[in-house]
């Protein structure tokens, strides 16, 4: 089972930015897509989560509103969408995959700078 | 607002076994919240240790074990390597596919 995830963003405060998570060797309509930021020198957060194939979604109560997580089950893809973006968005994003988490994206880069 | 309680630092000895735990701010961990352990160095991706309070993820060695200790979670390192040196995570499952990490516990091996 591999993850990979997309590369580096940079974005404006006000923007959006949309990070995926791909994952292969194996079928995942019923596992879970996890997501976890961790804040420049910070703790892991979970972000939410979705399982592609029942649609269901689960937010974390501090991303309630300004996370999106969607997923495309014909290609094991999972997707978070960050809006309105401020400084405090700025943070290395790691997908993770099924209930135990058990294998790990490599972690994309966002920047939020003017 | 739920929040898991982790010890911010542990050191231990090479050869020598240290337990680090995982609480909540208000009552008991116990096996419904399914506890988990992973370990990050930094700049790199978390790495599963334990899952469930006391699976072993694949490839783990048998030096870590987890528990459930009094009301918290446990995970135990025994025979400490110098590579243990890294930050460790705990995580609870808190029903409806929902997840809480814990503020991790930074491991010094000296």
């Known amino acids: 089972v591999q993850v990979v995830q997309s590369g580096a963003e940079v974005k404006k405060p006000g923007s959006s930015v949309k990070v995926s998570c791909k994952a292969s060797?194996?079928?995942?309509?019923?596992?879970?897509f996890n997501w976890v930021r961790q804040a420049p020198g910070q703790g892991l957060e979970w972000v939410g989560g979705?399982?592609?194939?029942?649609?269901?979604?689960n937010y974390a109560p501090n991303f309630q509103g300004s996370v999106t997580i969607t997923a495309d089950k014909s290609s094991n893809t999972a997707y978070m969408e960050l809006s309105s973006l401020t400084s405090e968005d700025t943070a290395l994003y790691f997908c993770?995959?099924?209930?135990?988490?058990?294998?790990w994206g490599q972690g994309t880069p966002v920047t939020v700078s003017s | 607002q739920t929040v898991v309680t982790q010890e911010p630092s542990f050191s231990v000895s090479p050869g020598g076994t240290v337990t680090l735990t995982c609480g909540l701010s208000?009552?008991?961990?116990?096996?419904?919240?399914?506890p988990s352990w992973y370990q990050q160095t930094p700049g790199q991706a978390p790495r599963t240790l334990i899952y469930?309070?006391?699976i072993r993820s694949s490839g783990v060695p048998d030096r870590f074990s987890g528990s459930i200790l009094g009301n918290k979670a446990a995970l135990t390192i025994t025979g400490a390597q110098a590579d243990d040196e890294s930050d460790y995570y705990c995580?609870?499952?808190?029903?409806?596919?929902?997840?809480?990490f814990g503020g991790g516990t930074k491991l010094t091996v000296l």
């Open positions: 993770a995959l099924g209930s135990t988490f058990d294998h």
């Open positions: 060797g194996g079928s995942f309509s019923s596992y879970s």
């Open positions: 979705i399982i592609p194939g029942f649609g269901t979604t």
């Open positions: 208000s009552g008991s961990v116990s096996i419904s919240y399914y």
């Open positions: 469930s309070t006391n």
């Open positions: 995580m609870l499952s808190m029903g409806s596919g929902n997840h809480v």
